[in-house]
């Protein structure tokens, strides 16, 4: 549904596109790796709480994210540096970026621990149809019927995922 929504988008980098799929599958990969953590007996009393969970697991990215960082970007390190120490926007925007970007992801690490790994992966799905027809009213654009289509697959899809075990559970009765 997603794609379908997205389809007449065609003014986009494919590398962004890759970048972001690469991304998605590390994300899923990390939420469920985040849950078997979660489930480890002690895991608690060594580490207090979900927060700090989520905070080494950060960390950790971060540190192993760093030899691409500087492989791929590194010439371009000094630069950014002066940007970033001249242009007050910047700094206020990647900050500001940076601090919602934890915060949505520690809750979501959070959410992760009271629901399951695809439990979370359809709520991903709704939130992107839902980011899709916000944005499309925010900025005016038309919702034409491909991306009406894809985003009533998409509500479809999560509403179905939502009451299936009542379907099921009827259907045997």
């Known amino acids: 549904g997603v794609v379908l929504a997205s389809v007449n988008e065609l003014d986009f980098a ?11 599958m590390f994300a899923a990969v990390r939420g469920n790796e985040n849950k078997k953590l979660m489930e480890t007996e002690g895991l608690r009393d060594r580490l207090g709480s979900v927060g700090n969970q989520f905070c080494i697991t950060s960390i950790l990215g971060f540190l192993l994210s760093l030899p691409f960082l500087i492989a791929k970007e590194g ?9 970033f120490k001249n242009e007050p926007v910047l700094k206020k925007n990647l900050i ?12 979501s690490t959070m959410t992760l621990k009271k629901t399951a790994a ?5 709520a991903n799905t709704a939130k992107r149809v839902i980011v899709i027809v916000g944005v499309a009213l925010v900025l005016g654009e038309s919702l034409d019927t491909m ?15 939502s009451i299936i075990d009542q379907l099921v559970a009827a259907k045997t009765e």
């Open 14 to 24: 494919w590398s962004a596109l890759i970048s972001a799929c690469i991304a998605n």
């Open 147 to 161: 991306k009406l289509v894809g985003c009533a697959i998409g509500i479809g899809g999560v509403f179905l995922y």
């Open 96 to 107: 500001a970026s940076a601090l919602w970007f934890y915060g949505y992801n520690e809750l």
């Open 118 to 122: 695809v439990t979370q992966s359809v």
């Open 75 to 83: 010439k371009k390190w000094p630069e950014f540096v002066e940007l």
